[in-house]
């Protein structure tokens, strides 16, 4: 193989290598992993004006009342806090999540979902397998953070929270909602 032959082709694979390695970062953000972003947020009085949100019932309670509660579980990601499902006063739901952490990652979403929390690998990919319904993106790996649900959803129809990651199809952590 000629001198000029053998430098093209070393182009060539270096250039290939340089493009599958930009792709490799795109789709996974390693540095996320390294990288924590801490929210706090106060628990809402009222719903930030959800679309079609009840008015409050008549003798409905003057506060917020939490009328379901989980504790976070770890699945791909190690991950602690805890979830309440809140009826703000005007009749609206928010999902509360306090004192999270677990690690950032890209596309992680905020799921209620009707699918049982199973511990370990068993429970990482079930949460899409049945109904769900997404309350957005993550606002932060840390900290404490609302959710407006929205209207049209019933609440009662769903026994599960996941931190979900899009990308890759996987439960971060989970949390089985409890009546209180």
């Known amino acids: 193989m000629t001198r000029t032959r053998r430098g093209r082709l070393w182009g060539g694979a270096s250039v290939a290598a340089a493009v599958v390695l930009a ?3 795109y789709w996974l953000q390693p540095w996320k992993l390294w990288q924590d972003e801490t929210v706090r947020e106060a628990l809402p009085a009222a719903s930030p004006s959800v679309p079609g949100a009840p008015a409050a019932a008549p003798g409905a309670a ?7 509660r989980g504790t976070l579980i770890s699945h791909e990601h ?3 806090g805890a979830v ?4 703000l006063p005007d009749g609206s739901h928010t999902l509360r999540l306090t004192d999270l952490d677990t690690s950032n990652g890209p596309d992680l979403r905020v799921w ?16 899409d397998d049945g109904k769900h319904t997404s309350l957005g993106k993550l606002k932060g790996n840390k900290g404490d953070q609302n959710y407006p649900v929205p209207a049209d959803v019933n609440v009662a ?18 949390a089985s909602l409890t009546a209180v």
């Open 112 to 127: 209620l979902t009707d699918a049982p929390v199973k511990e370990g690998v068993a429970g990482w990919r079930v949460f």
């Open 78 to 80: 190690s991950t602690t």
């Open 84 to 87: 309440e499902l809140i009826r």
């Open 157 to 174: 129809e769903f026994t599960s929270v996941t931190i979900w990651c899009d990308r890759f199809d996987v439960s971060f952590g989970a």
């Open 62 to 68: 003057a506060g917020p009342v939490t009328v379901a």
């Open 23 to 25: 792709v490799a970062l």
